[in-house]
């Protein structure tokens, strides 16, 4: 049987909801996937770092609420994250990053990734701003040291969008993407059509808990961008910069062009798409766009998102489910995880041939 | 590199179009997915059959229309399909069947399965019957031989709805589908929604090339039953029969109910679907019903059908693409095919660690 130690970068919403399904399912995922989970690390902004070469106790660390855990006074513990050095020298197989990413270069998120693929571990990340602003790089650092770089976590949390194109999709020519990828955008443009204003839509947002303190990323169609800039590279194999994608938010929406799309039976959406040029180059947008009612995308509102693709032989194939939630989020990370074990095993048996009885720890 | 010998079971619309994926694209298939494909046999009720074990020249059978295509003035060929013989006796890898099934036993195709599992070929079907009324032998047939049954097209054609439940939802608990899975229906029902009546509204179908000549299978909800019972056996582990699915059909439906149910905001489908209950066992049914505004399914009309998987981790999750077409469902043959060549070159990995430069015929 094989067993995976990982180390849990940032222990918010995701890796909490990661750590409490592997205390209550692991022993399911164990017979169901042929394979052990164990969390030897972690580390958070807020409650330091936390290192146990024997596995952490998880359980306790659930019970305690984020603002109360303090990893300082526990064996192991320290006040600091300690995030290089846990990433680079804590003897673990899998890190799971799921700290934060800021647009402009990806930061903290893309350093954590580069320590984990340069000391030659398998990373997941829920963060966008790796695989968007640094997807090259980071893929080919991890081609280097043999180890995988997933995620899928990045796009729609757990709905499987990037790995129904990457690998459900193969033998057909995918010529275009076009998606609902914010919940935020969708809430508001909801809200507006019910009659609400702009400013009125957006601060139910925030107290609902969609929206952020500072809902412009949402709103203004960064957050999308990054999505759209992801689904072009990884997807249609482009090589776009954030400044290659043109992005208009949603805050220019009135009630009054709500009502006038309404009276022509169109809906406004919040829409990324990436387009394949003839020349083989590929367009990507962001931008509002009023939609007709027998459009693929139409009914897809308030928090569930969709992607669709456009293909050659099939037409088009839409993958609709959650775009957010820390439940939902933690399951890409598992979905990564199950990614990286297949990988492993398919390439252990290459080289061993002896994939089912072969621990990765001796 | 590997090359794969194919015999093609029915040269209808589905293998026809196969054939022609094999000629314009081969090429561009052995670069992207690493292995090439040779049509070695074909069979077809009224064709006959075609042998050739340096490959069949496929261009000038394309360039001949179906009803002019006689295999019995060729090299290697013979009026006669000579189905059993070709599937036992013909080198092949891999037999991709697409005849027919018929609803009450499922043959001939579900024949032509077994006999080529029996002969230790690899198969991929587009038909119904074999899964949904010989599921479990058949898979265990293809264990007991070491070879592959796959059969993507057998819902929702090339929508990978069967590949996303099995490969991408793993991890999680499938608690229930749903899906709108006839196009036929679809139309029908759209129509009586426009103001037709029932009858003209089938002849339109047929008359378009969406309803059979006898539309009874589609409008009566057995193809929808069959698809039902190959989710709930092949994703949620039932062991369901064909007379454990309730299964109504939208024959009843009159332009009252449809009236009624727009005043309620309400529209009409025909929906198959599969629910786990409390005690574990499964309840499977097929039946229309008036979907609200809201219900993530109302949205799919026409030739495109959706499958939306009710998970624990991740809420739900809808596939949506087309349901049916002679490409479309081509495109899941090949999607089986490359199912098989992973699971090839990883068992062959195993045993020899020289996939790559493997040939599959010494």
Not at 220 to 244: F, P, S, T
Request: overall charge negative; charged content about 25%.
């Amino acid at each position: 049987m094989r067993r995976y130690d990982l180390a849990l970068i940032g222990f918010g919403g995701v890796n909490r909801a990661l750590a409490a399904l592997i205390v209550e399912r692991g022993e399911q995922l164990f017979e169901e996937l042929g394979f052990a989970l164990r969390v030897v690390a972690i580390t958070d902004l807020r409650a330091g770092s936390l290192v146990d070469a024997d596995g952490v106790d998880l359980a306790p660390l659930l019970a305690t609420t984020p603002d109360e855990l303090a990893f300082a006074d526990m064996k192991g513990g320290s006040r600091d994250p300690r995030n290089e050095w846990v990433i680079r020298e804590v003897q673990a197989d899998i890190v799971a990053e799921a700290t934060f990413t800021n647009p402009a270069d990806g930061e903290p998120a893309v350093s954590h990734v580069r320590w984990a693929l340069e000391a030659g571990k398998h990373v997941c990340t829920t963060n966008k701003g790796p695989v968007a602003l640094h997807g090259r790089e980071l893929r080919e650092l991890a081609a280097q040291h043999g180890v995988s770089f997933e995620f899928e976590g990045a796009v729609l949390s757990g709905t499987p969008v990037l790995r129904t194109a990457r690998r459900l999709l193969s033998g057909l020519r995918i010529t275009g993407v076009e998606g609902i990828m914010n919940g935020t955008s969708n809430f508001v443009l909801g809200r507006l059509e019910d009659g609400a204003d702009f400013e009125a839509a957006v601060s139910e947002a925030q107290d609902l808990g969609y929206a952020e303190a500072d809902p412009t990323a949402d709103v203004e169609g960064h957050d999308v961008q990054l999505k759209v800039m992801i689904l072009a590279n990884e997807v249609l194999g482009a090589d776009l910069r954030r400044e290659d994608v043109v992005c208009r938010g949603i805050s220019g929406i009135t009630t009054v062009d709500i009502k006038d799309a309404a009276d022509k039976g169109l809906r406004w959406k919040l829409v990324g798409s990436v387009t394949r040029r003839a020349d083989g180059g590929v367009d990507a947008r962001v931008e509002p766009v009023a939609l007709s009612a027998d459009h693929p995308l139409v009914g897809v509102s308030g928090p569930v998102n969709a992607v669709a693709f456009r293909t050659d032989l099939l037409g088009t194939v839409t993958i609709s489910g959650p775009g957010a939630g820390p439940i939902e989020t933690a399951y890409a990370l598992l979905s990564d995880i199950i990614a990286i074990h297949h990988a492993q095993a398919n390439g252990a048996a290459a080289s061993s041939g002896h994939v089912l009885e072969e621990t990765v720890h001796g």
